[in-house]
Nanobody, 127 residues
Framework: QVQLVESGGGLVQAGDSLRVSCAAS????????MGWFRQAPGKEREFVAS????????YYADSTKGRFTISRDNAKNTVALQMDSLTPEDTAVYYC????????????????????WGQGTQVTVSS
């Protein structure tokens, strides 16, 4: 079965950097575009970043553009999110997600655009 396992979350201070990763198994990784979403307490799950099948195209939420970088390694079946200049507003559970849809440009920032989800990893940024 498909499994997505996130790692790398933790407690950091404002201005610090953190890298979270997601290891995928049970799927042909290069057939899936990947995304990162986050959910803060009492809020809806929101899009953070996405990356196309080969990694040639990426999208970012306005709130993360210029600070976060998404990357993937199809040989290792992993996707990572490098987060720099973190602020307390970035505090959330971060989820990776995988989609076998061909409509990357249309669906990449929608939770409904993904078929598989990880369990999430907590990122807490203190002020």
């Amino acid at each position: 079965q498909v499994q997505l396992v996130e790692s790398g979350g933790g407690l950091v201070q404002a201005g610090d950097s953190l890298r979270v990763s997601c290891a995928a198994s049970g799927l042909t990784f290069s057939d899936y575009y990947m995304g990162w979403f986050r959910q803060a307490p009492g809020k809806e799950r929101e899009f953070v970043a996405s990356i196309s099948w080969s990694g040639s195209k990426t999208y970012y939420a306005d709130s993360t553009k210029g600070r976060f970088t998404i990357s993937r390694d199809n040989a290792k079946n992993t996707v990572a999110l490098q987060m720099d200049s973190l602020t307390p507003e970035d505090t959330a559970v971060y989820y990776c997600a995988a989609s076998r849809s061909l409509a990357y440009d249309l669906m990449h920032d929608l939770t409904s655009g993904y078929h598989y989800w990880g369990q999430g990893t907590q990122v807490t940024v203190s002020s």
